[in-house]
């Protein structure tokens, strides 16, 4: 039976993608599909037992507690996903250093996952208007390299809204690297929205991939459960917050 999640999400696929989508349901999840969409949705009402595997093709997994609170994001996402953002390239936009108060607005509004300021942030702004963000960690002491060897990591990158800044990240990694001359900058790569990474055309490479977790979710904290117990803690010491179980990650390396 359809809840409110749903409803609203079906709605956004057919009026806001103008697309006509279909549901069949499965047990634990229901599977969501548009012909011209690009992608398929794995639509859970309870994670409480893990994320399912897709079937071969681009498989993005949303549950009903990250609805109720992201909706705006999530939404503007799948537009993204599904190729219905405004694009904007990255040759018209100008990259400059952000302020921690900027960024960390920016990223309470676009992106899903909780904000961070890490220790350098790097913006584009485009006629003005600060449209893409990436925040990088300090660098890192590698101890199985030269002693000169610093590894930087890509902590968080979101464009603006339905916005997608062709080439932005790009553009954002060689401003840093121009400014800190890292030796590599790592990343990982959500796997509940990408299987197949798009940063390796720009030259990163896979490491690992990581399997799924479960986390706690507040607005300002995303803590790892590694057994049940702490599900209990943490459900009691922050009832705000609620579980998300993701489907893994990728750690990729862009040697440099």
């Not at 584009?124 to 963000?133: A, P």
């Amino acid at each position: 039976m359809a809840n409110a999640g749903m409803i609203g999400l079906l709605n956004f696929i057919g009026y806001g993608l103008k697309l006509s989508p279909a549901m069949t349901e499965y047990a634990g999840y229901t599977l969501i599909t548009a012909e011209g969409m690009g992608f398929a949705i794995h639509y859970y009402a309870d994670v409480s037992q893990g994320t399912t595997p897709g079937s071969g093709e681009k498989t993005i997994h949303i549950s009903e507690d990250q609805l109720r609170r992201d909706s705006k994001k999530i939404y503007n996402r799948l537009k993204v996903q599904a190729g219905r953002a405004e694009k904007v390239y990255a040759r018209s936009t100008v990259a400059a250093r952000i302020e921690k108060r900027i960024a960390l607005a920016f990223l309470k509004e676009h992106h899903l996952q909780v904000a961070l300021p890490g220790k350098y942030r790097y913006g584009l702004y485009h006629q003005g208007e600060l449209v893409s963000l990436a925040v990088f960690s300090a660098g890192r002491r590698m101890h199985d390299k030269a002693e000169d060897y610093r590894s930087f990591e890509l902590i968080r990158f979101c464009h603006k809204s339905d916005i997608i800044v062709i080439g932005g990240l790009s553009k954002l990694i060689q401003a840093f690297i121009k400014d800190f001359k890292p030796s590599d900058i790592m990343t990982y790569v959500d796997a509940d929205w990408t299987q197949d990474s798009s940063l390796q055309k720009i030259g990163f490479e896979v490491v690992k991939t990581m399997p799924g977790q479960r986390f706690w979710i507040t607005a300002d904290q995303q803590i790892p459960i590694s057994a049940h117990e702490d599900l209990s803690v943490y459900k009691e010491k922050y009832p705000e917050g609620y579980l998300h179980a993701n489907s893994g990650s990728t750690k990729l390396i862009l040697p440099l």
